[in-house]
T-cell receptor, first 113, second 113 residues
Framework: KAGVTQTPRYLIKTRGQQVTLSCSPI?????VSWYQQTPGQGLQFLFE???????NKGNFPGRFSGRQFSNSRSEMNVSTLELGDSALYLC????????????FGNGTRLTVT | GQQVMQIPQYQHVQEGEDFTTYCNSS?????IQWYKQRPGGHPVFLIQ?????EVKKQKRLTFQFGEAKKNSSLHITATQTTDVGTYFC?????????????FGQGTTLQVKP
């Protein structure tokens, strides 16, 4: 089975711009979660989508949004980028069953200048 | 809010020495998961513990879940250079069994050959 695929791998944007990141989950996985990883804050939960619906949301401002498509692929969008948004953005998928572990993609490294 | 704390933050060992990382949750957990992230990589699921007092082994790695289901540990016997990386524990947020996990800050292990 192919793993979780995230595109692009690297992005450089300037403050004020917006960015869209993409994630294709493992085939058959219907839950997609997004995490932000920074050296200072570690791994922080952004949101989770299941069957095209946002099931959970973390404590991030409204500039961070996402969606999931009928094929379970997901995108996250960050508008009005700030320097502090520079981070590794990780997507993780899991099956429907309870207590399923997360399968992470390689991440998108976003640098905001 | 719910917190998961890990100590130590960093550990440098000589190859062949043992290593232990400890994880403590501010709340009782339904389960705890451990992930390993190699330098430049993404978190990879290692194991999940569900039962109070549970102990699981994977070759040189021993995982324990505390009786109160609020703490956990990972012990590596006779470390090897392939063990280098950051080890994260993570627990479900609240009573959720979804993709929303609260991660510890991680313990970064360096192994000197």
């Amino acid at each position: 089975k192919a793993g979780v695929t995230q595109t692009p791998r690297y992005l450089i944007k300037t403050r004020g711009q917006q960015v869209t990141l993409s994630c294709s989950p493992i085939s058959g996985h219907r839950s997609v979660s997004w995490y932000q990883q920074t050296p200072g804050q570690g791994l922080q939960f952004l949101f989770e989508y299941f069957s095209e619906t946002q099931r959970n949301k973390g404590n991030f401002p409204g500039r961070f949004s996402g969606r999931q498509f009928s094929n379970s692929r997901s995108e996250m969008n960050v508008s009005t980028l700030e320097l502090g948004d520079s981070a590794l953005y990780l997507c993780a998928s899991s099956p429907v069953s309870e207590r399923s572990p997360l399968h992470f993609g390689n991440g998108t490294r976003l640098t905001v200048t | 809010g719910q917190q998961v704390m890990q100590i130590p933050q960093y550990q440098h060992v000589q190859e062949g020495e043992d290593f232990t990382t400890y994880c403590n949750s501010s709340t009782t957990l339904s389960n705890i998961q451990w992930y390993k992230q190699r330098p430049g990589g993404h978190p990879v699921f290692l194991i999940q513990l569900v039962k109070s007092g549970e102990v699981k082994k994977q070759k040189r790695l021993t995982f324990q879940f505390g009786e109160a289901k609020k703490n956990s540990s990972l012990h590596i016997t006779a470390t090897q250079t392939t063990d280098v990386g950051t080890y994260f524990c993570a627990g479900p947020a609240g009573s959720s069994n979804t993709g929303k996990l609260i991660f510890g800050q991680g313990t970064t292990l360096q192994v000197k050959p």
